[in-house]
């Protein structure tokens, strides 16, 4: 399964990472703008990503893109939720973080 590249332009996006401690804690803050997603959007981090030592996926926190103000949420279990209209509860429901359907562009 491929795809073309998707062109995607950062606007002082800041990737934090706190490894002092397990899980190591990662933030995200700024902008980004891609076709994909409609134009330009805001992205931080209201709960910073939990990442265990030797995990690819997150065992906690969540991301928040606005406008439209949606949410993905990253589990005990290592599933993720995605918040599609922003009421705060997931719409839709993936095993993990590497399930090919995230990364699938919605435009």
């Not at 910073?48 to 926190?61: E, F, K, N, S, Y």
Request: proline share 7%; glycine share 14%; hydrophobic share 45%.
């Amino acid at each position: 399964m491929g795809g073309a590249p998707i062109a995607v332009t950062f606007d002082g996006l800041v990737f934090e990472v706190d490894d002092r401690a397990d899980p190591a804690l990662l933030s995200l803050s700024g902008g980004m703008t891609a076709a994909c997603f409609g134009g330009a959007v805001s992205v931080t981090t209201p709960r910073a990503l939990g990442v265990h030592r030797g995990d690819i996926c997150p065992a906690d926190g969540r991301i928040m893109v606005s406008p439209g103000v949606a949410q993905i949420f990253y589990f005990a279990d290592q599933s993720v939720g995605v918040d599609d209209d922003g009421d705060g509860n997931p719409d839709r429901d993936f095993p993990n973080c590497l399930d090919l359907r995230l990364f699938v562009c919605a435009a």
